[in-house]
């Protein structure tokens, strides 16, 4: 049974940073592409980044590339996010997901906008406020 399991979010200032880390079980997280979303009242559910399973391929939407990292440790079998100069717009619930394929060398780079995550964890709040 594949668990993800998202922790790190907490209040932080404008301007600060936050790591948050998604760890899983059930898997074996190499092969597994992981994707990290957040969701607001107003806004919705918003692909932010993932990483492709074997290769490690990253891919961020939009400009989050300028402030986010997508990194992981399969010896900790988890998932990091990491976010710097945080504006109060930042301020979500963060989930990280997986699609549950097994991804080889040559498969396609990830989407962080793939409907087809299926497995979720329960999220983290994340919120920037002076």
């Known amino acids: 049974q594949m668990q993800l399991v998202e922790s790190g979010g907490r209040l932080v200032q404008p301007g600060g940073s936050l790591r948050l880390s998604c760890t899983t079980s059930g898997f074996a997280l190499a092969y597994y592409t992981i994707a990290w979303f957040r969701q607001t009242p107003g806004k919705g559910r918003e692909g932010l980044s993932c990483?492709?399973?074997?290769?490690?391929?990253?891919v961020y939407a939009g400009s989050f590339k300028d402030r986010f990292t997508i990194s992981r440790d399969n010896s900790k079998n988890t998932v990091y996010l990491q976010m710097n100069s945080l504006e109060p717009e930042d301020s979500a619930v963060y989930y990280c997901?997986?699609?549950?394929?097994?991804?080889?060398?040559?498969?396609?780079?990830?989407?962080?906008?793939?409907?087809?995550?299926?497995?979720w964890g329960q999220g983290t709040q994340v919120t920037v406020s002076s």
């Open positions: 990483i492709t399973g074997s290769s490690d391929t990253t």
């Open positions: 997901a997986t699609d549950g394929r097994v991804q080889f060398l040559n498969s396609p780079d990830c989407d962080p906008h793939s409907t087809e995550y299926t497995n």
